[in-house]
Nanobody, 122 residues
Framework: QVQLVESGGGLVQAGGSLSLSCAAS????????RGWFRQAPGKEREFVAF????????YHADSVKGRFTISRDNATNAMYLQMNTLKPEDTAVYYC???????????????WGQGTQVTVSS
């Protein structure tokens, strides 16, 4: 089992920045790939970014490319999402996820955090 806990969400004005963190514990070696997803009210959970395990290859959704940056600290099993130039359409609950393969497909992730709310006001 892997436990994931997100933090860092909040309310910010459009154009502002937030940094999300995801702390992992448990059998993290069994699900080393990490991803961020988000879900707005009435919408499907969508991919934001992923980061691979050993070589830290990253990939960001087109909607956040150039504004968001995913990173990780393997020594502490932590993952981060730096979000800049936020837009009202970025408002959602943000989830971190762990799996064996880094992917934009949410169905390939085995473990999920409880989510953290990000609200961007116009």
């Amino acid at each position: 089992q892997v436990q994931l806990v997100e933090s860092g969400g909040g309310l910010v004005q459009a154009g502002g920045s937030l940094s999300l963190s995801c702390a992992a514990s448990g059998r993290t070696f069994s699900s080393p790939a990490r991803g961020w997803f988000r879900q707005a009210p009435g919408k499907e959970r969508e991919f934001v970014a992923f980061i691979s395990t050993s070589d830290s290859i990253t990939y960001h959704a087109d909607s956040v490319k150039g504004r968001f940056t995913i990173s990780r600290d393997n020594a502490t099993n932590a993952m981060y999402l730096q979000m800049n130039t936020l837009k009202p359409e970025d408002t959602a609950v943000y989830y971190c996820a762990a799996g064996s393969v880094a992917s934009s497909n949410k169905n390939l992730y085995d473990y999920w955090g409880q989510g953290t709310q990000v609200t961007v006001s116009s």
